[in-house]
Structures are given as C-alpha cells and as structure tokens.
C-alpha cells in the first residue's frame, strides 16, 4: 500500500517524509545527534546487552528505512541526507571507541558505527547490503558482547583494558572466540564482516565518492580500535 501511495507523492513530499522517518530512525539507531543513550544502556547485564545490539532493539530504525524504500526511491536527496548521517556517524562512533577504556563501552560505541554503515547503505539504496550487514553484525556482535561478559566474570567484573592483559594464556577459549568476533568486525577477508561492509562500500563507491572515502577511513579505525 505504501509503494503505491508513494507514487502519487511530489519528490518534495516524499523527502520530508523520508527526513521525518530518518529522524525516527536515528533515534532508534543511534544515529547523530541521538546516539548517547547508547552506551549508557551497557549498565544491564552482558547476556542483555548481546540481545539489544544483536536483535532488532537497535536495529529497528534501519529496517524501517529499508521497508519504507518505495518512498526513499522518490525522495532521492533524503537519501543522500541519510547516507551522511549515516557514514559520519560511523567515522565519529569510530574515533570515539579509540578512546574508551571500558571494554563493553568499546564495543557499544562500535555498534554505533556499525549501524551508521547500515544507514548510509540504506540511504544509498543498497538494501540488500543493508540488511545483510544487519545480520552479520548481530553475530559478531552478540559473540564480541558474550566474550566480553565471560572475561567479566573471570576478572571479577574488571573491565578497564588498561588493567586487563594476559588473558590469552589463562582463557584460551575466550581469546579465541574473541579473536574471531574482532576480526569479523575489522573485516578481515573470509569472514562474513568482510562480504556484508564490502557491499556496503562499493554501493558508496557507485553512489557518492565522498561516502565512500569517509566509509573506508572508518573501516580502517574499526580495525585498529577492534584489535
């Protein structure tokens, strides 16, 4: 019903539609200027927090988006709005993580720039890539947020890096899964981080050169901040 009301909508009509529900959405996704309740949300338990960033709970904003696409397709330039919040979002996400030194909040702050990426594929309208990215992200995420936990339990509840270290001879499973979980994350080739941000850039790179330098720059700080 929504695609074929959509095609009796003016462009302008359609835009502010689409910056209206992009509002929505990045409150719901964390996208600038509404994504400081995010972290603030790692207090609950580990097992919870794995649910929020894996589940639909912060991902909901981009499905939207990607359900609403009759409307987005007249509504161009809100697109185009949406792919910058979405990619500025991740590059400040990004550099904000490099700061932390809670390992949770690090993670939190890498699920923001994640969903950034998710935005700014749905702003380009590459909604496969999108949605695919949403999923291996709940993954990755999910592993990332359980190995986090196991390491909190093992340390009674330490979770400043700047105390932990060493971890690798004494939890070898954990490392291990960690190691895999970062590594989805970075993008390293292989694994499925790699496929769904790869889709994502090179949608940027057909759609607008400058998302895309801005996407690539933040890949290269989700690897750093990761590792």
Request: charge should be neutral; aromatic fraction near 10%.
């Amino acid at each position: 019903e929504v695609a074929q009301a959509a095609h009796q909508l003016v462009p302008a009509t359609a835009t502010i539609i689409c910056l209206l529900l992009l509002l929505g959405a990045a409150g719901k996704s964390a996208q600038i200027p509404l994504y400081v309740w995010l972290p603030d949300a790692m207090a609950g338990p580990t097992p919870v927090s794995a649910l929020i960033h894996a589940a639909t709970m912060v991902t909901a904003g981009v499905y939207m988006i990607v359900r609403t696409n009759a409307l987005w397709h007249f509504g161009e330039s809100a697109g185009q709005v949406a792919a910058w919040v979405g990619v500025l979002t991740a590059l400040l996400a990004a550099s904000i993580a490099l700061a932390q030194t809670d390992l949770k909040k690090i993670l939190a702050y890498s699920t923001i720039s994640q969903l950034g990426y998710m935005v700014m594929a749905a702003g380009l309208g590459a909604y496969s890539a999108a949605i695919f990215h949403l999923v291996t992200h709940a993954f990755f995420k999910a592993l990332l947020f359980l190995a986090a936990g196991s390491v909190m339990h093992a340390t009674d509840g330490v979770l400043d890096i700047r105390r932990l270290g060493g971890l690798r001879d004494k939890m070898p499973t954990t490392y291990r899964t960690f190691l895999v979980g970062a590594a989805t994350l970075a993008g390293i080739p292989l694994l499925s981080g790699f496929f769904s941000k790869d889709a994502i850039l090179v949608a940027a790179l057909d759609g607008n050169i400058g998302v895309y330098i801005v996407g690539a720059l933040t890949a290269l700080l989700t690897a750093f901040y990761s590792f």
